[in-house]
């Protein structure tokens, strides 16, 4: 695979900061700037690719939104298949899903289960991990389809929220391109 003509901290200085949003005391972390950049985005791709590929991975799922951009890039690159992991009510067929807490409330995925067969290596690949709260819950959908989730792939880690620690307690390996840690 060709090298990124990016650095991490090259691609770190696309990430645009917003504060205070959605509410005040969070600092953003908007990949928008970051994927408008032509270079920057092939690099993000080209860097989670060669992450993906080194996992030997036989597909990627990603979380909808931010992880559908990532995660179909990287799975196209690899030649790989994508698997969307749906916020709920959004697919046609009788779904998969679970429930998780969010910090205030509850949410849910969905997957379509047909996807999974028995016992395939998933790689999960999102935009950003935060309390890891969606990607534990999308790894133990995955796993309750019968998939094999070991490794799962952030542009962003925010360390300070204890969501790769949180990945790596249910035998999850992480990787991130990059991180805010107390900036
Ligand atoms: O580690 P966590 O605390 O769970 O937070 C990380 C998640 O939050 C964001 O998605 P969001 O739910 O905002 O949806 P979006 O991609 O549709 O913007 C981000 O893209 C991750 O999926
Ligand atoms: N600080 C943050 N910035 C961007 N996306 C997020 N998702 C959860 N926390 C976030």
Redesign the pocket.
Known sequence: MTSPALTPDQLKALVRTVPDWPARGVQFRDITTLIADGDGLAATIAYLADRVDAADAQMVAG?????FIFGAAVAARLGLGFLPIR?PGKLPIETLGIDYALEYGADRLEIDPGAVTDGMRIALV??????????CASAALLRKAGAMVETAHFVIDLPD?G?ADRLRRDDIAVDALMAFDGE
Request: net charge negative; hydrophobic share 40%; aromatic share 0%.
């Open positions: 979380m909808e939104a931010r992880g916020k999102d935009d950003l991990i935060a309390t890891g709260g969606t990607a929220l969501g």
